[in-house]
């Protein structure tokens, strides 16, 4: 009589689900970074395919607590991936520890540049010009906005994606890597600059009080710059923070700082 194929039931794959999506971040080091996050998300389906070979449980927690690094929402494709392969290879199709950990390491710097284009490159930018304007006056709409609108729509992401790298397996690789996820990213990416673009222009604000007598009339500094430029001083001061950022690697932390200082000078010589 055949051995009965071994299929994961739908609780112990939202299990897993939820153990990435609360604790990806949970555990991290430079040495690691979200490789215990990745094993401890495993952990139900090893159990319920290797329940009782404690030598087959141990070896998959260890190929799947190797280095592991990608976007956490979108990247719940991966570990349904993995959900999918694992189950196949517990029902003896020949996939070997490097075949696991060459898709996961394959997968997982396509994935970063998907998900961080679409997400904090253009998502969280845009509900966060949303949320700016509904906090206008003081309102905690804001605030309660953002909050939920990201938590619901970054859940059901994650779970839909996780489900379907679970369905499609390793056939979604193709789907990653190719050159219609390439085009896909590049898209995103310019989106998400536009994104960025737009709530600079609509949120930023610069202005000097410059102003110089020219016998019987005055000059307005700030009029001048805006006649030949308009809002020339907010985008000098948006490129400035993204060279701090991105040239000199700079902290958000450090850059407000840095604009705290300036500010400071900017009022003492009467510039601002």
């Not at 009029?223 to 809002?231: E, S, T």
Request: hydrophobic content about 50%; some cysteine.
């Amino acid at each position: 009589m055949a051995d009965q194929v071994k299929k994961l039931d739908k609780k112990t794959l939202r299990k897993s689900w939820w153990l990435w999506m609360t604790g990806n971040l949970s555990s991290m080091s430079f040495e690691w970074l979200q490789a215990l996050g990745f094993a401890a998300s495993m952990t139900p389906v090893i159990k319920e395919l290797y329940g009782g070979n404690k030598e087959e449980e141990l070896q998959a927690l260890k190929r799947h607590a190797v280095f592991y690094n990608t976007e956490p929402q979108v990247g719940a494709v991966i570990n349904g991936m993995m959900c999918g392969v694992e189950e196949e290879r517990a029902n003896g199709a020949d996939i070997d520890d490097e075949v696991i950990n060459g898709i996961k390491i394959g997968l997982m710097g396509p994935i970063a540049g998907i998900g961080d284009a679409m997400i904090p490159g253009m998502y969280i930018p845009l509900l966060i010009s949303i949320a700016i304007g509904l906090s206008e006056g003081g309102n905690p709409l804001g605030p309660i906005f953002y909050i939920l609108t990201y938590m619901i729509t970054m859940t059901a992401l994650s779970y839909f994606v996780f489900m379907k790298g679970y369905h499609l397996g390793t056939a979604s690789v193709h789907l990653i890597v190719g050159e219609a996820a390439k085009r896909a990213r590049e898209s995103f990416n310019l989106l998400g600059s536009v994104v960025v673009g737009g709530v600079a222009a609509s949120y930023v604000s610069l202005n000097t009080v410059w102003k110089f007598n020219t016998g019987d009339s005055e000059l307005v500094i700030n009029d001048v710059i805006n006649g030949i430029f308009p809002n020339l001083l907010p985008l000098v001061l948006v490129i400035f923070c993204w060279w701090l950022m991105s040239k000199k690697k700079m902290s958000p932390l450090k850059v407000m700082g840095v604009l705290i200082v300036l500010a400071l000078i900017g009022v003492v010589v009467g510039f601002f």
